[in-house]
């Protein structure tokens, strides 16, 4: 369907990426990871032809349509948002806009009996057929479905699009891509802008998008979820792997502990080669013998390994003095701007140790609620603190706040204070500022650095009631984990607001829902709250649709159960057969590893096959793992 031949990309800076010769099959849900720089964004545009590579081609199938998500998109219209969806499908357009000319031509006609006037109306009449074949009767309800889905409420649908903020817009813009149903989606970090709730719904979507995906996202759990390959940017390649994100990086980690052997091995041959360099140079007996070795050494295919900064970064929330059984306490807390109210009559008590996660739509008062209790805004009703409780407070905006003409260590050393000043530098370090990035402005930094220097500056403000709002934002996936294990270990009370599924799960015992004015408390988790919401969804997003029963076992269904059941049966074979193969490759597989740690390098015939059968079990497994995926899909579908 779509493939990329020797495709690079070219910048002052060197290669971004070369050589990437790539498929993207029909059904494909492709995760495109890499570190912040890497050529992700980049890729996308490509693919989408608003860019063109350095050098190779990209091809794709003729009549191939593509919609593109990307984080920079302007959205720009005076429509309402139901219509700016709607008047999205180009060819429904077309359509329309001919039988409105038909329509209007007959109106105003009294030739009957001409041959034009019957033309008119056999156009008439494949016109309508045309409206049948494109579903144009369903298509009003498949638009509000999903935007339903993205969050819209009913009665935002006539409001003016420019009315919106622009992540509302950008939900406007994902909507209208998603219902046109390209043949390939190229998703830009799409959940940015949503909510925990249209996150859950959008998975659910893609999931059964019959077209192909690929997306950008930092959210491990979405990336689990709606995937079943990765391709990974690494040292200006791209490593295409059959696995969503876990088991692509479980199989990277080995592949990287393998390659680190290797390294080591190469470095000790390198070391000792350049050793008998050095030794014959001199001596005009042994510098033909030199110079053959020199001539090897500048042959050496030299391993690469990417390194993995998070792997250092190390994060512990300090505690202040112990407080009282209570922290916090809402009595009738308020707030409205003009005749707008946020929320109203909130009451409830926060014990010690409690972790509370802070849901709710995006415009709801999350925020405010937060900017409420720590006293950034006023508002009605009381905010109390219970004895000795000190408040640490992360705004979402934070890390845009830092002053962008200090370095990296001033910002920190003007929030440090007593001893703990002397260890600035180990405690940016941590935060991976390391060397010459401890003098940077603030203003060259990355979102993601910033975001860990604004965390950093956390560190340094000792509290026993950690509030944090949206903190992951820019984090790449790793550097969330630390965040998590972090909190995790704290010992105080937090409060959070995130739209991350991942980064929440087993991370708090209680939920704050803030919907419709009010605050609502759940004793669960968030699987369990997104289990309920999505009921709830999907209720309310499928409207007009009418349940159908089939009638089992009649003559017009023609299903054999016995042979449905001998199918069945061959499937579940096939299947154990698989695995049983798999478990093989992956033992022949190991005992390659170990081979490649003992092979004498300076043996490059001995190297060259040890390799080429290295690499031929690894194929053979990625396509018994593609065929047990195709059966497992089979047998669920017998199943359903």
Not at 569 to 583: D, V
Request: aromatic fraction near 6%; include cysteine.
């Amino acid at each position: 369907m779509l493939n990329l031949e020797n495709v690079g990309v070219f910048l002052p800076q060197g290669f971004l990426f070369q050589n990437v010769s790539l498929q993207i099959n029909d059904g494909d849900r492709i995760g495109l990871v890499g570190k912040n720089g890497a050529g992700k964004s980049t890729l996308l545009r490509l693919i989408s032809r608003l860019s063109t590579p350095s050098e190779g081609r990209i091809h794709m199938s003729k009549g191939i349509q593509l919609g593109f998500l990307t984080q920079d998109i302007v959205v720009d219209s005076s429509k309402g948002v139901l219509d700016y969806v709607l008047s999205s499908n180009e060819t429904l357009n077309d359509l329309n806009g001919k039988l409105e000319n038909v329509n209007h031509e007959l109106a105003t006609r009294t030739d009957y009996e001409s041959d034009s006037y019957l033309n008119l109306l056999d156009e008439l009449n494949e016109l309508n057929h045309q409206l049948i074949v494109h579903e144009a009767g369903s298509w009003e309800e498949k638009v509000v479905s999903v935007l339903r889905g993205l969050g819209f409420h009913d009665n935002e649908m006539d409001r003016e699009l420019n009315t919106f903020s622009g992540g509302w817009k950008m939900r406007a813009e994902l909507a209208k891509i998603l219902v046109n149903k390209p043949d390939v989606l190229l998703l830009d970090e799409p959940t940015n802008h949503l909510d925990i709730i249209s996150i859950a719904w959008l998975e659910q979507y893609l999931k059964k998008y019959e077209g192909a995906v690929m997306v950008i996202s930092h959210d491990r759990l979405f990336l689990d979820n709606v995937t079943n390959r990765t391709w990974d940017i690494s040292l200006g390649k791209i490593l295409d792997y059959p696995f969503a994100y876990t088991k692509y990086k479980e199989q990277r980690e080995t592949e990287l502990d393998q390659l680190s052997r290797m390294k080591k091995q190469q470095d000790k041959e390198i070391k000792h080669t350049e050793e008998l360099i050095n030794k014959f140079r001199a001596k005009s007996s042994k510098a033909a013998f030199a110079q053959s070795l020199i001539r090897k050494l500048d042959k050496t295919d030299r391993i690469e390994i990417e390194s993995d900064p998070t792997a250092r970064m190390k994060i512990s929330f300090p505690l202040n003095v112990q407080p009282g059984k209570w922290v916090l306490e809402l009595d009738d807390v308020g707030k409205t701007y003009g005749d707008k109210v946020i929320f109203s009559h909130l009451n409830t008590v926060v014990g010690r140790g409690e972790k509370i996660a802070l849901l709710g739509p995006n415009g709801v008062g999350k925020s405010t609620l937060l900017k409420r209790i720590t006293d950034v805004i006023e508002g009605e009703g009381e905010v109390k603190l219970g004895h000795n409780v000190k408040i640490t407070y992360f705004a979402q905006d934070q890390a845009e706040n830092l002053d962008k003409d200090l370095t990296v260590f001033e910002t920190v050393d003007n929030v440090a204070s007593g001893d703990i000043r002397k260890d600035l530098r180990s405690i940016l370090g941590a935060f991976l500022f390391t060397g010459e990035d401890v003098d940077k402005k603030v203003g060259v930094l990355s979102g993601g650095e910033r975001t860990r220097l604004a965390l950093c500056q956390l560190l340094l403000s000792p509290s026993n009631f950690l509030i944090l709002d949206e903190p992951t934002n820019h984090l790449d996936i790793q550097s969330k984990e630390v965040l998590k294990q972090a909190l995790k270990n704290y010992e105080g009370t937090f409060m959070v607001v995130s739209h991350d599924r991942e980064f929440l799960t087993d991370l708090t015992d209680r939920i704050w829902e803030i919907n419709e004015n009010q605050l609502k408390i759940h004793f669960y988790g968030v699987k369990e709250f997104l289990e309920i919401k999505m009921k709830d969804l999907q209720m309310t997003s499928s409207p007009n649709q009418t349940s159908i029963k089939k009638e089992s076992n009649t003559p017009n269904e023609k299903i054999d159960q016995r042979e449905l059941k001998k199918e069945r049966n061959r499937l579940n074979n096939q299947l154990n057969n698989t695995e049983k193969k798999i478990e093989q490759l992956e033992e022949s597989i190991q005992e390659y590893d170990q081979k490649m740690v003992q092979l004498d390098y300076t043996n490059e015939a001995e190297v060259q096959e040890v390799m080429a059968q290295y690499n031929k079990l690894k194929e053979q497994l990625d396509n018994e793992m593609k065929l047990w995926e195709e059966i497992s899909e089979k047998l669920i579908e017998m199943e359903n």
